[in-house]
């Protein structure tokens, strides 16, 4: 094994630490010690994440520390932690950790940009963890692990054992906690391995903007001629589908920051979503199944270990980590230019979002800390409805400072690059759910192709009242009718002012609790009743 050249305070190095293994090492360690392990039919390693099968947005906690305690956004995603209690759970972990017969640790970097990656180190009970992080943090050569040194941020993982739920400020016997100022994050309680990703995105989602740089929740993709594009969106919007285009290369799927030079991917790899996958619909995330990825919680054939990717019984949100590299057109290094595009995607089930609309700088901001999309709910009786969700940035559990400050930087970088957004809505269309059509995904991926192509930067526009959105008279390869939701809507007119009167006034309500922070012209950005 390689030396570790720093102590973490705390962990025994006097047993055998098992640092930076090999896939291989890591399958034979994980299908030895570890209960419910196995290897897919594609060479996948299958893992289960014990009881939680999700991240914990109730049990993250964030140290209030002298030195950090001005800049969090305070609230219901940061919620308040002392330095005791993190102590506590700190020593907690470490204790438990040093029982265990195995420790593993993976030192990586989050960023591929070298001048602002920092170096993670994860200290873990599990071959499992320790490959989901193989896969996701950027993996060091042979020379950069032996000159790796003290890390920039610690992950200590014992998620295999609870915490104490009479420390103050625990509620449950999960704690995911993070201080800024120690540099560490500590899991107790959950063995669901998307929370070190997260919680490193978390640590960037602070550091970069500290640092002038611009962390986003985005996928990232690059033209043939380098235009690089940014698409927002919360699950369901399209945001992965749509961004892995044969034509583009791939940035990345899930994490970016902007800096003074262009973008560059937070990550490794990527963690996709495996419900209903085939090889039909996502061609390169089912090829990226192989030898080195990670399943989760997965339901298999005992014979012959063929995943069946529709079997819902342990989770919906069965997912499959994998190095970036295992996507074809993957760019790696991956770094690319400025953006020449943003889109921010919607899915909207009330069905009077237009397919696509150009957004002033103010419109964009407003959209971006909306964060609007729609999910369906079944009701009692049956009846389906759409419910608002609304996700400051596109992705509120990960913010650290003001949305408002996420926003602002945004603005900055968009007029300083003179960049263009766009708003798409790959919802419904001719009426609310149930009553209009899903917009068809050909007609998405025909508004990306003249978002890329330049078309829409030329064509006319017609003003769309109440949201007061500025859309595309026509659109090459999109029926006309559909780019006008009140055209398209084959309801009556009273129920079309109806609905979108509805939703404006959701928007309205959700945008109050931004206002303080908000300048009145990002405020009357927004839908006017």
Known sequence: MSPISSVTEGIDYSTKIRRNLSPSQLYEDALRFEEGTSISSAGALIARSGKKTGRSPRDKRVVEETSTVDDVWWGPVNKKLSEESFAINYERATNYLNTRERLYVFDGYAGWDPKYRIKVRVVCARAYHALFMNNMLIRPTQEELENFGQPDFTIINAGQFPANRFTKGMTSPTSVAISFERKQMVILGTEYAGEMKKGVFTVMHYLMPKAGALSLHSSCNEGPTGDVSLFFGLSGTGKTTLSADPQRLLIGDDEHVWTESGVFNIEGGCYAKTIDLSAEKEPEIFNAIRFGSVLENVIY?????????????????????????????????????????????????????????????AQAMYHFISGYTAKIAGTEEGVTEPVATFSACFGQPFLVWHPVKYAQMLAQKMQENNVNVWLVNTGWNGGAYGIGKRISLKYSRAIIDAIHSGELEKAEYTNYGVFNLQIPTKVSNVPEKVLDPSQAWEGTSEEFTQTISKLAGLFQANFKEYADQATPEIISAGPQL
């Open 301 to 361: 054939d005992d014979a012959t270990r063929v995943v069946d990717y529709t079997d819902k019984s342990i989770t919906e949100n069965t997912r499959c980590a994998y190095p970036i590299e295992y996507i074809p057109n993957a760019k790696v290094p991956c770094i690319g230019g400025k953006p020449q595009n943003i889109v921010l995607l919607t899915c909207d089930a009330f069905g009077v979002l237009p397919p696509v609309a150009k957004l002033t700088p």
